[in-house]
């Protein structure tokens, strides 16, 4: 293998968006820069042109037309992809605000559960959440004051070994079982 670059492989993308003018201050070129929210194109005379275009697709693009009337408005509803992912909203946005997950449908039966008390401040229950990249947790719904969560379902009881006030249920390749809540303990609990 030899140490040098062959510069002619990059040549062709090189000068790709090189020449782009500027739609604002037509003496700008375009350039290919990076951000902290992906690539875009930025004009070289910045700061004196701010122009500034994104390469990427998370503006709030229409997915697809739901045919659905918005509860808020009477419009149509409309599956859109944003910068956090899918989401339906509605189509006389801005004049209506109306957002919803598109897994809203699957909420009722979540809260129909029973509660777990929260076993660190005994004034709140552990509800499911989802964390940003959709992982299921149960956290405390007193937060921020009480900042207790667990990574699997709650169980109502008391551990065997240390007495921890929860139990948390785990599936395991030999079944399901259940296991102390407490960092200190983890102990699988006998249930003969």
Do not use: W
Not at 9 to 18: M, N, P, T, V, W
Not at 25 to 42: I, V
Not at 68 to 89: A, H, K, N, T, Y
Not at 111 to 121: A, G, H, I, K
Request: glycine share 8%; with cysteine.
């Amino acid at each position: 293998m030899s140490g040098k670059i062959d510069n002619q492989l990059f040549s062709a993308h090189e000068h790709a968006l090189d020449h782009e003018s500027c739609p604002q201050c037509q003496p700008g070129k375009l350039l290919l820069k990076n951000g902290k929210h992906g690539t875009f194109l930025g004009c070289d005379q910045y700061p004196s042109c701010d122009y500034i275009k994104p390469l990427h697709q998370n503006d709030g693009h229409i997915v697809k037309e739901l045919g659905v009337p918005c509860p808020d408005c009477g419009s149509e509803l409309l599956l859109r992809q944003g910068r956090f992912g899918m989401f339906i909203g509605c189509s006389n946005y801005p004049e209506c605000h109306f957002i919803q997950s598109p897994n809203k449908q699957e909420e009722p039966e979540q809260t129909d559960q029973t509660l777990v008390s929260c076993p660190e401040c005994a004034k709140g229950a552990l509800k499911e959440r989802k964390s940003r990249f959709g992982k299921t947790f149960y956290a405390c719904d007193q937060y921020p004051k009480c900042k207790f969560a667990v990574n699997h379902p709650p169980v109502a009881g008391h551990c065997q070994f240390c007495g921890f006030e929860l139990l948390v249920e785990k599936k395991r390749a030999s079944g399901t079982v259940l296991e102390c809540a407490s960092r200190r303990c983890h102990k699988i609990q006998d249930t003969e």
